[in-house]
């Protein structure tokens, strides 16, 4: 964990981890030279998340306007290091403007504009999301799901997909990690289904065919740490 002061809070609201394995090869291609893939029994795994950001402002400054409450799907997979492991994502979309201009400045995280929807009813929750201006075809995912009244059984394989406490991204030439950290998940399982979902077309479709792992967080209220250069090691002769 980074021994600096956070530089960033926001809240997570109506959060929904969607999770598939794929195949190293596929991934391994997609992610900066210097990162390996982070695995588990030998598969890599494609996360596709959505929530409600809620809340996000700067340390000692209130919530700037029309920064703060969005909606958010990202596209992440898993990698690592010299041993320290994290989030790697592909896209971030989300329906503020202003958000996606700061989030996104210099390159730092790839985050797009996309019309999205929000709904809660009767117990059933409905999430779409449209990104804009990208190739055909476009990257959308619709869904609706409803909350299991059970808690989610925390197994290995579930911890290690969702204790994530820090991102790495490449803007130009640094590679760059930031350190995050909130309490640890308390998850609950969901029964729904996926109408529409051509997130990451640049990978293979085969695993959208298959039923995701799928976990509920009702509020987590996180923090983010400044980010932190990575000296590169050079290749080995």
């Not at 197994?155 to 290690?160: F, I, N, S, V, Y």
């Not at 969702?162 to 998940?185: A, F």
């Not at 997130?199 to 065919?209: D, G, H, I, R, W």
Request: hydrophobic content about 40%; glycine content about 4%; charged content about 25%.
């Amino acid at each position: 964990m980074s021994r600096k002061r956070w530089m960033m809070t926001q809240t997570w609201r109506e959060l929904l981890f969607l999770h598939w394995p794929v195949e190293p090869s596929e991934i391994q291609r997609q992610i900066p030279d210097e990162l390996e893939l982070d695995l588990y029994d030998n598969r890599a795994w494609v996360g596709i998340v959505l929530f409600k950001a809620r809340g996000t402002r700067p340390r000692f400054m209130p919530p700037i306007p029309g920064s703060a409450n969005f909606l958010e799907v990202n596209v992440r997979t898993y990698v690592k290091y010299n041993n320290k492991s994290g989030v790697y994502f592909f896209s971030l979309d989300a329906n503020s403007k202003l958000a996606v201009e700061i989030a996104s400045f210099g390159g730092f995280l790839p985050y797009r504009m996309a019309e999205m929807a929000f709904e809660k009813n009767k117990g059933q929750i409905l999430y779409k999301s449209e990104a804009r201006g990208t190739a055909t075809p476009k990257e959308k995912i619709a869904l609706r799901y409803r909350i299991s009244s059970q808690p989610a059984v925390s197994t290995e394989l579930e911890k290690w997909l969702t204790e994530r406490y820090c991102l790495w991204t490449k803007p130009e030439r640094h590679l760059l990690w930031l350190d995050i950290v909130h309490k640890p998940w308390k998850l609950k399982y969901v029964q729904g289904d996926i109408t529409v979902n051509t997130m990451a077309p640049y990978l293979s479709n085969n695993f959208k065919n298959e039923k995701p792992m799928a976990h509920y967080s009702k509020v987590k209220k996180v923090r983010f740490f400044p980010p932190v250069i990575e000296t590169i090691k050079p290749p080995k002769p």
